[in-house]
C-alpha cells in the first residue's frame, strides 16, 4: 500500500470525524452557549451534509466498484431493496407519527384526569388512538416483508 491510500483510508475519515464532533465537544465542556452553539451545531449540521454529498459524488480512489456487469443488472431489477425500504418507512414514520400523538395526548389525559377522575375511559381512548398508528404501521411493514419472502 501506498502512503496516499493509507492517508486515504485512514487519516481522512479520521479527520472528518475529528471535525464534525468539535461543536459537540464544545457544547460538552461548556465553552459555549446561546447563539454561539447553536451557530455551531448549524455549521456542523451542513457541514456533515456536505460531506455526505460529496462522498455520494465523488467516491474515494478504488473503493466501490462492481464485480461484474451481471451483479450490477441483478441488483438494478431487484424489487426486494425497495420492498425493505418500503417496510422500514412504515415502521419507522409510524412510530414517529405514534410517538408526536401520544406525546401531546397522554399529558392532556393526565390534566384531565386530575381533574376529572370520571373522564379515564375517554382519556384512555385518546392515547390509544396515537399507540394504534404505530401498530398499524408495523402491521403494514409485516405485510410488505410478507409479500418478499
Known sequence: MSVY??????????LIVA???????????????????????LANICAFGAI??????????????????????TAA????GLGYLAAA??????????????????????GALAEDPKSFAKALIFVALGEGVGIYGTLIAIMIIGKLG
Do not use: H, Q, W
Open 52 to 73: 455526505m454529498l460529496a462522498a455520494i459524488a465523488l467516491p474515494v480512489g478504488g473503493l466501490v466498484f462492481a464485480d461484474t456487469a451481471e451483479t450490477a443488472a
Open 5 to 14: 491510500e493509507i492517508l486515504e483510508l485512514i487519516l481522512l475519515p479520521l
Open 77 to 80: 431489477s431487484s424489487s426486494n
Open 89 to 110: 418507512l412504515a415502521v419507522g414514520v409510524g412510530s414517529i407519527g405514534c410517538g408526536i400523538a401520544v406525546g401531546n395526548a397522554a399529558p392532556a389525559a393526565i
Open 19 to 41: 471535525l464534525l464532533s468539535l461543536p459537540v465537544y464544545a457544547a460538552i465542556t461548556k465553552k459555549k452557549s446561546g447563539k454561539s452553539m447553536r451557530r455551531a451545531m
